[in-house]
Each structure stands twice: as structure tokens, then as C-alpha cells.
């Protein structure tokens, strides 16, 4: 298995990280897939993932709970705090909110950057929202159809790198899929990074033909245009490329899960070579490349 002479690039976001709690495991799972799926930064928006699930003894109010993180990306004019206090909202208010019994705690206590969740979220109590204490948090309470809901009022948010990615070229889908899911296992447990997109199966690049939808399929890496293009760089035998992208709280946290992501795939059984998304510099100012990481 080959590892490529090459770096994926990365970028500035800016994300906040937050504890979701539920009375019940199947409530849980409910509101933090709901936060944070459909990753879309594609169309301007946000993207977010799990960071792990916790148990009762690592929550505020002694429940199970899932911490997650929702990003945007970085700008210095400072549009991108007001961004992500749009995006968390709607997120929270369509996705965690409308789950029976859940809660909402700031992740981030070390951040002394922090958005008021009052304007956004605490007012969909249509002013019958109190500002309470609950579990040694300052916590906007919520009166709802079946109870209430709590949210932290200040979630803290911070810096952070977006768009560490892998490339796995294997023999056939099987062996992608395998490779994937040993990968997003491996970096999982790495503190403070996420995997948006888990096994994302369709690769972009910075140019296209269609502008007013964004960033188009990465075709020389298409396994079903192998036969039909002259510029396909889809090896012999190479039949599917999953990719894995991965955001953490660092850059640090992010070579770590790449390094622990292509540790776990080292054996697997058809796969042929890691490399990853590089485009010449045009997409992030961050270069990670991987064989430096395997000194």
C-alpha cells in the first residue's frame, strides 16, 4: 500500500462546541443527528459533526449526552461570528428543540468569545422564556408542549481548521466502505476532531462549469469516467475513492486524526494507495502532508 508524496489543504473556520443531553438514548441520537447533519458549506452555510458520545458522569445534568461542534467558515471582516449565530439557531431550533426532553450546555468554557443565544433561540419562548439556574449554568428556559427547554445562554466559539482531508483509492467498493468505517473508528477517538461528511463518497474541486451551484465533481477521480476522459488520474484496479474530511479545534488535532485514520487502514485487504485532496493551493493556506506525518 502506497502513501503518496503529497499534502491535503486546510482552512480557517470558526465553530462552537456544545453538549447535548436527553432523558433517553433514542432522543439523543435524534436531536444531535438532526444538528448536525447536512453538512453545506457548499451553498454558504454551516457544517457539523459528533465529536463522541458521553456518558452520565461527563454531563452537567447527569444524562447521557453527544457533543458536537457546528463550523462556518473563518473571515476576517467578522461576518463569520454572525453567521454561526444564525446557523447554531436554526440548527438548534429545528433540530435539538423540537426533540422531547433535551438540553443545551456550552463545550467551549475556556472561550472568552461567546454568543447570546437569548435573541435567536430563547425567544422562541415568545416571551414567556425565563433565564434560570440550572446545574450551575446560566440557562435560558424555554416553555414548550411537552415541558421545556434548556439552552446555556452564552455558547462559547473559537478558531479552528476546517477541510484536513484523505483520499483511500481501493479495488473495489467493498473495500472503500471497510476503509472508511476503520478510519472515522480511528479518528473518533481523537479529542476535538470531527468527521462532517463521514464516508463522503463524492469528492469536489475548486473549479467548475456550473458556478451558481458550487464546487462540481471531482472527474479525473471518477472510477466510471476512467474509460470515457483522457485526463482521468483513477489508477488501474482502483475502482472506488472515498474521501474523509475532518475539521478539529487545531491544526494539531486534525494531523492527529489524519495520522490515526491511515494507521487503522494500513492492513486492510485491497486497498491500494492514501493520498488526498490537494489543488495547487487555491482552497486553504494550511498543508498537511501525509508522509511527514508517518516520521
Not at 139 to 168: C, D, H, Q, S, T
Request: aromatic share 8%; with cysteine; proline share 4%.
Amino acid at each position: 500500500m502506497e502513501i503518496e508524496n503529497t499534502y491535503c489543504e486546510a482552512f480557517d473556520g470558526l465553530f462552537a462546541r456544545m453538549c447535548i443531553t436527553a432523558r433517553d438514548e433514542k432522543r439523543l441520537k435524534r436531536a444531535a443527528y438532526s444538528a448536525t447533519a447536512l453538512p453545506s458549506t457548499v451553498f454558504g452555510e454551516s457544517e457539523g459533526g459528533i465529536e463522541k458520545w458521553l456518558n452520565e458522569h461527563e454531563t452537567p445534568d447527569s444524562r447521557k449526552g453527544a457533543l458536537v461542534q457546528l463550523w462556518v467558515n473563518y473571515d476576517k471582516e467578522g461576518n463569520a461570528v454572525k453567521k454561526l449565530e444564525y446557523e447554531i439557531s436554526k440548527r438548534m431550533r429545528q433540530g435539538i428543540l423540537v426533540v422531547p426532553t433535551t438540553s443545551v450546555f456550552n463545550a467551549l468554557l475556556d472561550s472568552k468569545e461567546k454568543i447570546d443565544t437569548m435573541d435567536r433561540i430563547g425567544h422562541c419562548g415568545d416571551g414567556y422564556e425565563t433565564i434560570e439556574q440550572r446545574f450551575g449554568r446560566e440557562a435560558i428556559v424555554v416553555p414548550i408542549m411537552m415541558g421545556e427547554f434548556r439552552v446555556e445562554r452564552y455558547l462559547g466559539y473559537k478558531k479552528g481548521v476546517m477541510g484536513g482531508n484523505l483520499w483511500f483509492f481501493c479495488e473495489s467498493l467493498e473495500t472503500a466502505l471497510e476503509t472508511g468505517e476503520k478510519a472515522l473508528t480511528a479518528l473518533n477517538k481523537i479529542e476535538g476532531a470531527i468527521a462532517p461528511f463521514g464516508i463522503c463518497s463524492a469528492g469536489s474541486k475548486p473549479e467548475t462549469k456550473y458556478p451558481e451551484i458550487g464546487p462540481t465533481t471531482n472527474h479525473p477521480y471518477c472510477p466510471t469516467l476512467k474509460q470515457k476522459i483522457s485526463e482521468s488520474k483513477v489508477p488501474e484496479g482502483v475502482n472506488s475513492i472515498p474521501e474523509i474530511v475532518i475539521n478539529g479545534v487545531s491544526l494539531d488535532s486534525v494531523k492527529e486524526a489524519m495520522t490515526a485514520a491511515m494507521d487503522s487502514v494500513r492492513d486492510v485487504e485491497g486497498l491500494v494507495k492514501i493520498s488526498a485532496g490537494n489543488y495547487g493551493g487555491k482552497l486553504g493556506k494550511y498543508k498537511v502532508f501525509l508522509r511527514e506525518m508517518e516520521e
